[in-house]
């Protein structure tokens, strides 16, 4: 087949971003086998990958080779980096996960990218005071006399916090997106998003093309993105209805370290999410000090610490006032009549819906299948087949078994499958 150089190469990457979608395995299974995007396009185009899914023969009609060149010189134009699979750009960490995106789009500083002391930060929309003053007190601490770089997801709340802190601190920041570049989502950081792209401190990435619009099946699987950037992940604050705990179990499967913060109040039901995640080992995070010490095995020579550990200075240390502007008022506190584990299981994710709690699960197989495509498809397959390991789900569905992991939580916590010993799933 013809030689291609890098530049014309990227039409094809687009292209197949666009006929496959987020997350293929079937496409990183073509490119190890073929070699190069072209070689993949022109067997599509000859009919010779008899394997290939029903919905990318479907999408081989609705986009073309000119669509794809369309997006390619509207990144040039606009400043959006194309980082395939194959290139010097791409981060190293993410090349390490289960399904790793072939292709990124990127817009700041790429060089941060590789940066070896990188933390991935999660957590709900609406933090409390408490979660407020310990995001930013760690980070800042983090980023004061480190090179660290700060990952999160951009939403508002403790991601948006985790931004600003890491800036604030003259650090460094990666924004994960759910949507293509140029979309001004969500549009209260807008101002937050010009700092990030100014001053060579900050880079904003996604696996979704320009225009794409923030749909909720965007998130699950760019949460495997947002813990693949990171050495490790720390959940600062989660109820049980928190999209955060996707994330944590994405970066549990990817191997990560694992940190949470633990709760300013236990019978308060905003951080009912982390108490399942420290009973299954997640690392309680006292003081940004977790974390370094947690590094300093991999990166000793990329840290500055004193002789008997942290710098004084930068220790996380809580005034009395501080604890009691802090704590929740009375009035909040719910006290669970059940098991945590009980009230947890029962959540959906907070950021993906502010919908109502879907219907409790029926008796037989006429409940509706949920409403995303990719969740209604697990579910039609697990009724069918029965018993089902993640990874035969996986393979039988073309699915990310990162995004899939993901979605499974999602349909165990609304009620559509409960998960076996083994990683076995079954349809309820």
Known sequence: MAEHTKD????????LSLVFGAGSVKLLSYLQRLGSPADVYEAMQAGLLRDLPPQAQKAMTAHTVGEADSIVYFCKTHGIALLPIDSEDYPPLLRDIGAPPVLLTAQGNTELLK????????GTRHPSPYTERVTHTMISALC???DFVIVSGFAKGVDAAAHTAALDAG??????????LNVNY???NQALRERILTGGHGLM??????????????FPKRNRILSGLGYATAVMEAAARSGSLVTAQCAADQGRYLYCVPPADLFDPRYAGVIPLLRDGAIPLMSHEDILMSYYSHYPQYLVMQENGVKPSERLVFSDEAAADAKPDATELIRPTGSFREEVQKAAQEYLTEQTAPEPAAEDDDRPLPEDAEERAIVAFLREHGDTYADDIAAALDLDLSA????????????????LFGKQYRAV
């Open 186 to 188: 969500p549009r209260e």
């Open 205 to 218: 990435v996604s696996e979704y093309m320009p225009g794409t619009q923030p749909f909720p099946a965007n």
């Open 115 to 122: 940066k070896p002391l990188s933390l991935s930060v999660v």
């Open 144 to 146: 004061t006399d480190n």
């Open 171 to 180: 650090g460094s920041t990666v924004a994960v997106l759910g949507c293509g």
């Open 404 to 419: 899939l992991l993901s979605a499974l939580t999602i349909l165990e916590l609304d009620g559509y499958v409960e998960s």
């Open 8 to 15: 014309e190469l990227l039409r094809y990457w687009v292209w």
